[in-house]
Nanobody, 123 residues
């Protein structure tokens, strides 16, 4: 079992930047990939960015591509997401998710989820 704890959310003005963290504990040696999702009020949970844990290969949703960076520190078992030029539409609860196998990762069938951290962008 892997436990995920997000942090770094808060209230930010439009145009600002924010870096979210997700600390993993437990059976982290089995990490294949991790992802960030977000869910705005009344909307479905959407994928924001993903990263392969060992190779570092990344993917970004169109909504954040070009102004965000997903990264990880394998020695600290911590996942990061930096978003620049924040927009009011970035307001959401941000979740990190863990996948232990390539199959789970490719199918987005994650093994563990964090509790989420709120990001609010004011205009």
């Amino acid at each position: 079992q892997v436990r995920l704890v997000e942090s770094g959310g808060g209230l930010v003005q439009a145009g600002g930047s924010l870096t979210l963290s997700c600390e993993a504990s437990g059976r982290t040696f089995s990490t294949y990939g991790m992802s960030w999702f977000r869910q705005a009020p009344g909307k479905e949970r959407d994928l924001v960015a993903t990263i392969l844990w060992t190779a570092g290969t990344t993917y970004y949703a169109d909504s954040v591509r070009g102004r965000s960076t997903i990264s990880r520190d394998t020695t600290r078992n911590t996942l990061f997401l930096r978003i620049d030029n924040l927009k009011p539409e970035d307001t959401a609860v941000y979740y990190c998710a863990f996948a232990s196998t390539a199959q789970n990762y490719s199918r987005r069938q994650y093994d563990s989820w964090g509790q989420g951290t709120q990001v609010t962008v004011s205009s």
